[in-house]
C-alpha cells in the first residue's frame, strides 16, 4: 500500500522559509520521480516541482524558479521542498505525488501572510 506523509507546512511571513517533506513507504522509491503541487480553492493543482529518480534533473514552474527547491534523499524514502522568499501567492495546499502510479499525499497547507 502506497503512503506518503507530508509534513511541514504552517503560516509563514512574506519574505519567510518553510520546508516541506514528505515520507514515501509502500513502492520503490528510488526508481520513481518524484514531484510537489499545489492548490487553491477553486482551481485545479498545479506542478510546483519535479525531480527524478536519483535526483539528477529536476523542474520548477516558473512562479517558483529561484526560490524553491525541490531534493530527495533515497536513503531515507523522502522528498524535499525548500521554499524561500515565500510571497502572499504561494498560499495553497501542497501535495506531494509519486510519478509511477500518480498516487497523492495528503496535502499540507501553507499560509503567507503578515
Known amino acids: 500500500q502506497v503512503q506518503l506523509v507530508e509534513s511541514g507546512g504552517g503560516l509563514v511571513k512574506p519574505g519567510g522559509s518553510l520546508r516541506h517533506s514528505c515520507a514515501a513507504s509502500g513502492f520503490t522509491f528510488r526508481s520513481y520521480s518524484m514531484s510537489w503541487y499545489r492548490q487553491v480553492p477553486g482551481k485545479e493543482r498545479v506542478l510546483v516541482a519535479a525531480i527524478g529518480s536519483d535526483g539528477g534533473s529536476t523542474n520548477y514552474a516558473d512562479s517558483v524558479k529561484g526560490r524553491f527547491t525541490i531534493s530527495r534523499d533515497n536513503a531515507k524514502k523522502t522528498v524535499y521542498l525548500q521554499m524561500n522568499s515565500l510571497k502572499p501567492e504561494d498560499t495553497a495546499v501542497y501535495y506531494c505525488?509519486?510519478?509511477?502510479?500518480?498516487?497523492w499525499g495528503q496535502g499540507t497547507q501553507v499560509t503567507v501572510s503578515s
Open positions: 505525488r509519486e510519478l509511477g502510479q500518480g498516487n
